[in-house]
Structures are given as C-alpha cells and as structure tokens.
C-alpha cells in the first residue's frame, strides 16, 4: 500500500495547513525551526521524510512576523532540506506567489521576477508547484521548467454570491483590460453552474507614476449585478473606483470578487463600504482583521482546492 503523503506547513501558514490535512484526513507533519540572534534560521522535518511524497504549503506574503523575502528563503531552504533527506516528490503548495506581478519587461532592462523565483526554486529540488490564481497564468506556466499547477477558486466564489442573488442576471467586470481573461474564466465558471453564460464588462485603466485614472465602462450592464473580478486588491481604491463606475452605469447591484486580500494601510474602508454589496475574498492571505457582523468582507476558504491538487498529485 502506497504512504501517505506528508504535509508541512511552514511558520504564518499554519492555519491554512492545518485546514488542507483535515480535508485530506491526515496529520499535519511537524518540523522545528530554530531562530539566532543574528537574523539566521534553520528549518528541519521531525520525521523521516525518505521515500516520500512531501508537500509544503507557504504563502508567500509579507505579514508582521516576516517579510516576503524572509518566507522565500525559509521555503527554499526547507524544500532543499527534504530533498537532501531522501524525499521522493516536493511539492510547493502555494496560496499567494510573490514576485508574480513582474512576469514581463515593461520598461528597459526591466527584472521578470516571476523566472527568477522559478529559478530558485526549481534549483533547491522542487518538482512541482501548485499555486493559487497567479497574476498571470501563462507567464507562471512559461517561468518554470518543473511541472506547474494553477488552482483556480471561481467556482468557489460562484456558489457564494448565487447564496446572495439566486438567479438575477449578472455581468462579470473586470476593473481594467488586462484581466479580461480572468473575467472570462470566471464566465464560464458561472455558466458551468447555472447554464447560463453571462455577458462581460470592462473599465478603461491607465496608470501613471502611481496614480490609477479612468472609468470609462466598455459593456452594458444596465438592470444586471455586476461581478467585479480582480486577483488582488491592496488599498482597494482600483476596487471601488470600477464599483462605482458599475452604479452609475445602471447595475442593480455589485459584488467584488478578489482572491489575494493584500489588504495594507487604507483597505479598513472595503469592511463598511456603502457603495459595494459584498466582497468576497479567498483565504490565501491571513485576513486583516476578522469578519464581524454586518461586515462587507466574507472569506471563502480555499483548503479544498489544495487538498484536491495532492490527491490528483499523489494519486489516492
């Protein structure tokens, strides 16, 4: 009989981990992380990993305990740690990738540092990456020579917002040009569900040494709820700016779909807005704070979806 698969999840993932091996009805594997006082740490199994499938899950998204370089480095270093202990398969479970937004050169001499994290981790052993809806799929699938999973959470948010408005007529928005096919992906996820495959929207964006301008809707979502779709949202401002423009636009109501809540000084706003619905948020990133009542932020839990990628990865 085939082992079973071992989980780790390193430290400000626990959570999440923890949520994925009770999906998957197994225990969470330990390891000891040991800190000096220079700054330096090590990180090692607690259990012979030799022979075995490991997968390790890590968002890599800076919080108050470390920052985004900090998680990268101990993710890499322990993926090579297991690797030099004999472990068959390593799997980097990923809810958020960081560097994913520089997967082009816009500007000369520009970093693409969607390769370069590829790079290393491709270079401490690991043999496959699954991650959580990358800010650009075919950049995240072109960046790395090992296998790549992306895992996508539309038809998660799907469910949830039919909770909210049963069958009315939708639009799905996306809040510039460039997500477009994100905007579709998630229309076909809705028809999927319901049978019925909704029209598409999008807002005319420039940006400029920082500063997001226009608002210009190209669609028509007049008596429909518009379903805007994003991959992250930080102080929100991109977010509100395209609900508002919905509004005016004639949309009997409007949902914010966003699945990296990236949520930094001035998002406090996107609890108690009045201008949106709903947003709905994945639980790749630590919340800011806790859903209260009445709360305009609900978190969709995503442990499923990476339960699901090590049973298709480990075949049981």
Known sequence: ???????????????????????????????????FEDG????????????????ILHTLFGDEGHNVNDKLMRLLFFVATVKDAGAHHVTALLPYLAYARKDRRTKEHDPI?????????????TDCVAALEVHNQAAFDNAFRCRTMHLEAHHLFVDRIREHIGEEPVVVVSPDAGGTKRADRFRDAWAEATGETPPTAFLEKHRSEGEVYGDAVVGD???R?????DDMVSGGTTLLRAVEACRNKGATAVYGVITHALFRPGSEKLYDT????????????????EAEDGSKVTVVPVAELFADAVRELHGF
């Open 113 to 125: 540092t969607t390769r370069y994290v590829a790079q290393l981790l491709e270079s401490m052993g």
């Open 221 to 223: 979502m007049t008596d």
């Open 274 to 289: 009045d201008v949106m619905d709903q947003l709905f948020v994945t639980d790749s990133v630590k919340p800011q704070r």
């Open 225 to 229: 709820v518009a379903i805007v779709i």
């Open 40 to 55: 330096e740490h090590k990180t090692r199994p607690l259990q012979s990993v030799r022979g075995r499938d490991v997968f």
């Open 1 to 35: 009989m085939e082992s079973q698969p071992l989980l780790f999840a390193l430290e400000g993932s626990e959570h999440l981990g923890q949520d994925v091996a009770d999906a998957l009805g197994i225990q969470l594997s330990e390891h000891e992380l040991r800190e």
